[in-house]
Structures are given as structure tokens and as C-alpha cells.
Nanobody
Framework: QLQLVESGGGLVQPGESLRLSCTVS????????LRWYRQAPGKQRELVAS???????MYTDSVKGRFTISRDNNKRTVYLEMSSLKVDDTAVYYC?????WGQGTQVTVSS
């Protein structure tokens, strides 16, 4: 059974940084596109960033220039480096691969 486990969330002040990690149990990890989503209270889940097997990345407009997605195929892990965090980035962050999801990690940005 495919498992995705996120970590790295927490409470930070505006302008600070966090790095989220998601480790995947699936073999042949390297051939899959990986995605980070987030869901804020009362809002729909939105795609934040993705990275293909070849390393092509995509970001939603609101995080461009602040967030960086990367992957380490040897560790079967995808990362989301978040800098210059804003209050509006507050959400539960989920990683996704082949329509399987992790449990999510809470990111709270507050002064």
C-alpha cells in the first residue's frame, strides 16, 4: 500500500521560512510526478507546486518566487521550501502522487 508521510509544518511569523518534506513508500518513485497541495479553512484544496520525473516544476502564481519544490529520488522524498511566508499561506499542506495522499501537515503563519 502506497504511503506518503509529510513533515515539517509548524507555526512561524510572517517573513519566515519552513521546509516541508514528504517521504513516499512506493518503488520506482523517480518516474512519477509529485505535487504539493494546500487547503485553508473554508477554502477548496489548491495545487501549490508540482515536479515531474524530469525535474520540470510548476507553481501557482501566489507562491512564485517564494516557494521551491524539489525531489531526492534516492530518499524517495519531495520537498517544499517556503520562504517569505505570509498569513495567507496558512493551510494544511498535502503531498500527492498517483492520486494517493499524505495525512497533511499544518502550516500556520501568524504574528
Amino acid at each position: 500500500q502506497l504511503q506518503l508521510v509529510e513533515s515539517g509544518g509548524g507555526l512561524v511569523q510572517p517573513g519566515e521560512s519552513l521546509r516541508l518534506s514528504c517521504t513516499v513508500s512506493r518503488s520506482f518513485f523517480s518516474i512519477y510526478t509529485l505535487r504539493w497541495y494546500r487547503q485553508a479553512p473554508g477554502k477548496q484544496r489548491e495545487l501549490v507546486a508540482s515536479i515531474t520525473a524530469g525535474g520540470t516544476t510548476m507553481y501557482t502564481d501566489s507562491v512564485k518566487g517564494r516557494f521551491t519544490i524539489s525531489r531526492d529520488n534516492n530518499k524517495r522524498t519531495v520537498y517544499l521550501e517556503m520562504s517569505s511566508l505570509k498569513v495567507d499561506d496558512t493551510a494544511v499542506y498535502y503531498c500527492e502522487m498517483t492520486n494517493s495522499w499524505g495525512q497533511g501537515t499544518q502550516v500556520t503563519v501568524s504574528s
